[in-house]
């Protein structure tokens, strides 16, 4: 459930970033930060490690308008895809209300989408929460790479493999050039945005 502070009547909203390391996650936000740099009154942290961009997150608060008499700040988050970094992650998605799931549409990286939507699914297990039901969007990132030759997996096999049984949102997209990053995030707003307005009533 959101954070609610009924005396500043606020709701703040969460949402994470997710997927394997170096999918796209952090470039994400760089592209939202850059774009709406006017509406976010906060600086972006971003703590980079060795050979992983983002230990804890980049922390973005967007005022997005009211729910129910309540304003609405959203906060956007981004989790480590390294392995090794999992208590980091599951600590990130403490409190979480939305989740873009940030796969890798480079060939090569097929089973680490996977591995990593499966790992989102157990971490969301500690907070009793299910994947199944929190609102959730695919975004397949990298596609510009193949004018480049670089291998890509189509959209049908990104489906198959990761979106066959959840059926939720899905976008081809390119965080580097910004193509679909923001539909992304209109995205995830709206259904989460949706989720907290039925658990307010």
Do not use: C, W
């Amino acid at each position: 459930m959101a954070f609610v502070n009924l005396k500043k009547r606020e709701v703040q909203v969460k949402i994470v970033y997710y997927g394997p390391g170096r999918g796209g996650k952090t470039t994400n936000l760089e592209y939202i930060y850059g774009k709406f740099n006017d509406r976010i009154q906060t600086e972006m942290v971003t703590v980079k490690t060795h050979g992983d961009r983002t230990l804890f997150f980049d922390f973005l608060p967007i005022d997005i308008g009211k729910i129910n008499g309540y304003t609405a700040k959203m906060q956007l988050y981004t989790v480590p895809g390294q392995v090794k970094y999992n208590a980091t992650r599951r600590l990130v998605l403490r409190g979480v209300d939305g989740i873009v799931f940030v796969a890798d549409s480079m060939a090569v990286r097929r089973e680490k989408n996977i591995l990593s939507l499966k790992n989102l699914h157990e971490n969301l297990k500690n907070y009793k929460k299910s994947i199944f039901s929190i609102p959730l969007v695919f975004q397949y990132n990298k596609v510009d790479l193949a004018e480049q030759g670089i291998p890509i997996l189509p959209f049908a096999t990104m489906e198959k493999d990761l979106n066959s049984q959840l059926k939720r949102p899905a976008f081809e997209a390119s965080a580097v050039t910004g193509t679909n990053v923001v539909s992304t995030l209109k995205k995830i707003i709206t259904m989460t945005m949706s989720s907290i307005k039925d658990e307010l009533k």
